[in-house]
């Protein structure tokens, strides 16, 4: 990032910190573990069981690795986990199905839904999907690519699963946090555009990140309200779910493993169209206010104008 983003990054941590009473703890940060919290956080007792759900659409070549690597974490965390793929019809459909019946076999609690074209298709309501079928009361998300480190699934766990906050979020952008290989500066530049757009909306560094955690509860005070169309579906349930405390846990966000981005131009309009809708969603009375007072404005000085020479005035 240039340095105009690293201060920017730093100047939003260091407002997020002091306006929550939060100071960073050096051995969290040591740890790979970045904090920013806002909100208050009701106690919750310390839950020790985890379902992940990790959407796919032929991600293959990645399926063995993350579900290995994963229960190794999660082992050493103790953390009893299940580990669900919610897999949209692809040409790796039946070797993505195969491979999941192999490690069950082999004792991992892994499971799978492969879902048919009919059934629906896209990241989001595959997640939202997975989250329904869940066993466990706290729920992570994490991609297939291994972008997202399954080494860091206990670290993004935690925050939630200890009661700390409501929603955490795995982030780039606080300490501990960044990225693991070089992008180019045209995705820099619309990786920063995007998430700048979403920092009104969010309580997080890293609002577009599909690397999250929240409790089945908190998902429940806005699941019939949540859009299932688009790539950004942490973002949707932080703003319609009304996550009053969200913490960012630093992650390193690595270079895809194996198969192709499914990110496209089509995603980008997406995105655009859901951020106009959680911003009328979480901002609506606002929005009227304004344009009511707009549209009283100017019917004042229509009604005034024609006994004054106040709008020639404002033409001039």
Sequence with gaps: SSPFWLKLRHRRETVGREHAGIRADPSRAMSGEGLRARGSAEGTAVEKQLSVIVPTYNETENIRPLCERLFKAVKDAGIQTELLFVDDESAGSEETEKIVKALEKEGHAVRIHCRKKSEGRGLSSAVLLGFDSAKYKVLLCMDADLQHEPESVPAVARPVMEGRAEFSVGSRHV?????????????????????????????????????????KETLARGRSTV????????????????????????????????????????????????????????????????????????????TWAPHTDMLGKILR
Excluded at 178 to 207: E, H, I, N, Y
Aim: glycine share 10%; charged share 20%.
């Design 175 to 215: 300490a501990g946090g960044g990225l693991g290989f070089d992008w180019s500066v045209f995705r820099q530049v619309v990786s920063q555009g995007a998430t700048m757009l979403a920092w009104p909306l969010a309580k997080s560094t890293d609002p577009m990140s599909g690397f999250f955690c929240v409790r």
């Design 227 to 302: 859009n299932p169309i688009g790539f950004k579906i942490g973002l949707e349930i932080m703003v319609r779910c009304k996550c009053k405390t969200v913490e960012d846990v630093g992650i390193t966000f690595q270079e895809r493993a194996a198969g192709e981005s499914k990110l496209s131009a089509k995603q980008y309009k997406f995105y655009l169209m859901q951020l106009a809708s959680l911003y009328w969603d979480k901002h609506m009375d606002l929005i009227c206010l304004v344009v009511l007072l707009i549209f009283g404005f100017f019917i004042l000085i229509l």
